[in-house]
């Protein structure tokens, strides 16, 4: 039987009927490739609306089937998220069969526990002295939340401390040697050690020979570059990136995806519409 070719990118081509030929390529691919399939989701902004209070957030109801039905189907199924493992799992608890990656892969859950980079464990100790400080230090109306391993710093519900947020965050990332990320309405402290969404997604693929990742964030740009490097040293690996629009990082996040999608609901009609095609 003949392969089904690689499809070319963006498959968001200059008319609505040439792009749901380029996606219905892209599911062809993928069905007949499903064993060596892998489907990554970031979390907030894309199977959760974004909310004011991060602690409110929730996946949209529609995705919590589809994801469990997509990991029967595909070789597996990761959520790669800022959020800590422990916040995944109250969300996720019940699908067995999808992997969480937590705080950009310096956590992971895996047989039953959070195995966490060695190499950040010293700096929790420091994370959650900067947590405390940030409360006394930044206007009551900035929003710390402390995850163990890194510290954000939410302006959504202040928009105009954003300077403020962003100034004080630099000035604690140069005196500690910590790092930043910024990202929607937020600006994150983490420790200095070498982990993000790429390297998740690049050792993620390498034995794969396809791979999906949905993404709206900043941070999210360094996993879409880790598909398309894998493309390029595998000529046989096809890597899809798919964006889901918002009024903060559209344009930067949306010009490096192959695809934009309009919601988190719509990651799930479009997931539930892929998977009609297995
Ligand atoms: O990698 P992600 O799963 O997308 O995490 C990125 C950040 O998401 C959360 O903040 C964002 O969503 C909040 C809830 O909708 C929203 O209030 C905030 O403005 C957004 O930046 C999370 O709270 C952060 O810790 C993550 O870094």
New binding site residues.
């Given amino acids: 039987m003949a392969q089904t070719p690689r499809p070319t990118h963006p498959l968001s081509r200059q008319s609505e009927g040439l792009q749901n030929e380029g996606i219905a390529e892209a599911w062809a691919f993928t069905a007949e490739h499903r064993q060596r399939t892998t489907f990554f989701f970031?979390?907030?902004?894309?199977l959760?609306?974004?909310?004011?209070?991060?602690d409110a957030?929730q996946p949209v109801p529609s995705v919590l089937g589809v994801l469990e039905k997509l990991a029967t189907v595909v070789q597996r199924v990761a959520i790669?998220?800022?959020?800590p493992v422990s916040f995944l799992r109250s969300r996720f608890s019940s699908l067995e069969g999808v992997d969480l990656y937590g705080l950009y892969g310096l956590e992971v859950w895996h047989e039953g526990e959070v195995v966490t980079e060695p190499a950040a464990l010293p700096w929790v100790p420091a994370m959650a002295e900067l947590a405390e400080r940030a409360k006394t230090e930044l206007p009551g109306d900035v929003l710390v939340?402390y995850?163990r391993l890194s510290v954000?710093l939410?302006y959504?519900t202040a928009p105009q401390r954003a300077g403020e947020v962003e100034r004080w965050g630099h000035e604690q990332a140069e005196a500690k040697g910590l790092r930043i990320?910024a990202?929607?309405?937020?600006v994150?402290l983490k420790p200095p050690v070498d982990q993000d969404k790429g390297m998740v997604i690049t050792e993620g693929v390498r034995d794969a020979g396809c791979a999906w990742y949905f993404g709206?964030?900043m941070?999210?740009i360094k996993a879409f570059d880790a598909l398309r490097a894998r493309e390029a040293v595998d000529p046989s690996f096809f890597g899809v990136a798919v964006a889901v629009a918002n009024p903060e990082t559209g344009a930067e996040v949306s010009s490096a995806a192959d695809l934009t999608l309009d919601s988190p609901g719509a990651v799930a009609q479009f997931l539930a519409e892929g998977l009609e095609r297995f």
């Avoid at 790669?80 to 959020?83: K, L, Q």
Wanted: proline share 6%; hydrophobic share 25%; no cysteine.
């Fill in positions: 970031d979390f907030d902004g894309v959760s609306p974004v909310t004011d209070d991060p957030s790669v998220s800022a959020r939340e995850k954000a939410h959504r990320q990202g929607r309405m937020v994150e709206d964030d941070s999210d």
